[in-house]
């Protein structure tokens, strides 16, 4: 098992920044990706990044790249979303997830609200 906590979310503006943490407790196995999804009202859930757990290597979304950058903090079972330039269609509840041969794990949660 996996638990997720996500923090970091928030009010911001138009071209302002957040930075978002995914807190994993449990085993993770190097084959893991662990990645921020994002859900606005009305529309599916999407993959913003994502990132391997054993080799780093990491994959955004169009609508993000160049303006948020996944990292993670293997010593602290910590991953990162940084989030620049922020737009009013990056509002959204973000959500973490661990991915791999156990199925999905997902966090509860943070509101990320952009306004113009």
């Known amino acids: 098992q996996v638990q997720l906590v996500e923090s970091g979310g928030g009010l911001v503006q138009a071209g302002g920044s957040l930075r978002l943490s995914c807190a994993a407790s449990?085993?993770?196995?190097?084959?893991?990706?662990i990645g921020w999804y994002r859900q606005a009202p009305g529309k599916v859930r999407e993959l913003v990044a994502r990132?391997?757990?054993?080799?780093?290597?990491?994959n955004y979304a169009d609508s993000v790249k160049g303006r948020f950058t996944i990292s993670r903090d293997s010593s602290k079972n910590t991953v990162y979303l940084q989030m620049n330039s922020l737009k009013p269609e990056d509002t959204a509840v973000y959500y973490c997830?661990?991915?791999?041969?156990?199925?999905?794990?997902w966090g509860q949660g943070t509101q990320v609200t952009v306004s113009s």
């Open positions: 990132i391997n757990s054993g080799g780093g290597t990491t």
């Open positions: 997830n661990v991915h791999g041969f156990r199925g999905d794990f």
């Open positions: 449990g085993r993770i196995f190097s084959s893991d990706y």
